[in-house]
């Protein structure tokens, strides 16, 4: 596939400080999520700088185990303008190793009560041995939409 990012675009009637709060909370990330595969955060602490590693316990029927965790790694925290995760998974060795799939949220200010969201999914990182294995991506087009909506809501609420 040459495309290898699926972006969706919203505006949203808040503003960027408050859906950022909302994309920095884990405890959030469940709400916002389209799939159901989200289930609810292992560590719980805000999100508050790249580098940092937050855990969430997932859920999805065609997983070998149906549960499991996932640990993400922050790429780019720029508050109230862009977040953005590496998710990473354990082999069984104790180790977290990053696949290769970005979820990043870029927030423009379109006025004091109007916010530009962009949400975009990049596997363009994923080894091709990985791709052999798996759909990329793994989930519907409209997850994304579906997605920012729900942000919307949390934001708005």
Same mark, same amino acid.
């Given at each position: 596939?040459?495309?290898?990012?699926?972006?969706?675009?919203?505006?949203?009637?808040?503003?960027?400080?408050?859906?950022?709060?909302?994309?920095?909370?884990?405890?959030?990330?469940?709400?916002?999520?389209?799939?159901?595969?989200?289930?609810?955060?292992?560590?719980?602490?805000?999100?508050?700088?790249?580098?940092?590693?937050?855990?969430?316990?997932?859920?999805?029927?065609?997983?070998?185990?149906?549960?499991?965790?996932?640990?993400?790694?922050?790429?780019?925290?720029?508050?109230?303008?862009?977040?953005?995760?590496?998710?990473?998974?354990?082999? @069984?060795?104790?180790?977290?190793? %990053?696949?290769?799939?970005?979820?990043?949220?870029? /927030? #423009?200010? !379109?006025?004091?009560?109007? +916010?530009?969201?962009?949400?975009?999914?990049?596997?363009?990182?994923?080894?091709?041995?990985?791709?052999? @294995?798996?759909?990329?991506?793994? %989930?519907?087009?409209?997850?994304?939409?579906?997605? /920012? #909506?729900? !942000?919307?809501?949390?934001? +708005?609420?």
């Amino acid at each position: 596939m040459t495309n290898e990012t699926l972006t969706a675009v919203t505006i949203i009637k808040a503003s960027p400080e408050a859906i950022f709060a909302v994309l920095a909370d884990p405890a959030r990330h469940a709400a916002i999520d389209g799939t159901g595969w989200v289930q609810e955060p292992v560590d719980t602490k805000p999100i508050a700088a790249s580098g940092q590693r937050f855990r969430m316990r997932m859920y999805h029927s065609n997983h070998p185990n149906g549960h499991y965790e996932m640990t993400n790694r922050v790429t780019v925290f720029d508050s109230p303008n862009a977040i953005s995760w590496e998710p990473g998974y354990d082999p @069984g060795d104790g180790t977290v190793r %990053f696949g290769g799939w970005i979820w990043r949220y870029d /927030l #423009t200010a !379109l006025s004091a009560a109007d +916010t530009d969201v962009t949400l975009t999914y990049d596997w363009s990182g994923v080894p091709a041995e990985t791709r052999r @294995g798996g759909t990329f991506p793994p %989930f519907a087009p409209d997850h994304l939409a579906n997605s /920012l #909506t729900h !942000l919307a809501e949390l934001a +708005t609420s």
